[in-house]
């Protein structure tokens, strides 16, 4: 069984509908739009995250445009609205192979993102914040999980302290200096 979606907020329709269709190459599929309980309205809008996705297909990140009246406007980032660092709060996307990782990475770079990219040595990843402030990533499985793996893992959720992997190799990004793009 797979995520149907994943909802959030936005405080700029216009540049999230840009970063999610033009950078990150997902499709808008539907819109719900309707009054809010509370007065005004609400559009939400429906981006499905992979080429082969059908509307109501599993896999799809989902945007509200809130219109409340006296209503704040919403504070969208997940991680720094809430005192938590960046990258702990945030959405990962399957790369499924190389060309689309480095395709997704370039993207980033050439929309004049700032990209970080790691090896995390069972996956390769590639980040870059939204226009709302939330951290998104795009990952390419290199392996499958051993069983040796499965087993830490469960040791791991119980230590008090858990042993320490090796720090993953990272590299940065620049759309200032298009010649570190893959």
């Known amino acids: 069984m797979g995520v149907h979606h994943v909802a959030y907020a936005t405080a700029d329709l216009d540049a999230t509908h840009r970063f999610y269709t033009e950078v990150m190459g997902f499709s808008l599929v539907k819109t719900v739009s309707a009054p809010t309980p509370v ?12 080429r082969d996705s059908h509307p109501g297909s599993p896999g799809m990140i989902a945007f509200w445009d809130l219109h409340v009246p006296g209503m704040d ?26 060309a689309r990782f480095a395709a997704r990475r370039d993207a980033m770079v ?9 090896d995390h040595e069972f996956c390769r990843s590639v980040y870059a914040h939204d226009p709302n402030g939330i951290l998104v990533e795009w990952c390419l ?3 499958s999980f051993t ?3 499965a ?19 990272l590299v940065s990004y620049s759309a200032a200096d298009p010649a570190t793009v893959g």
């Open 141 to 143: 499985d290199v392996r």
């Open 39 to 50: 007065g005004g309205w609400a559009k939400h809008l429906f981006y499905a995250t992979a």
């Open 73 to 98: 406007p919403p504070k969208t980032a997940v991680s720094t609205d809430l005192g938590l660092p960046d990258w702990v709060n945030h959405l990962a996307f399957d790369a499924i192979d190389e």
């Open 147 to 149: 069983d040796e793996e």
């Open 151 to 169: 087993t830490r893992a469960e040791a791991d959720r119980l230590a008090e302290q858990p042993e320490f992997d090796a720090l993953p190799d």
């Open 110 to 118: 050439a929309a004049g993102l700032e990209v970080v990219e790691l």
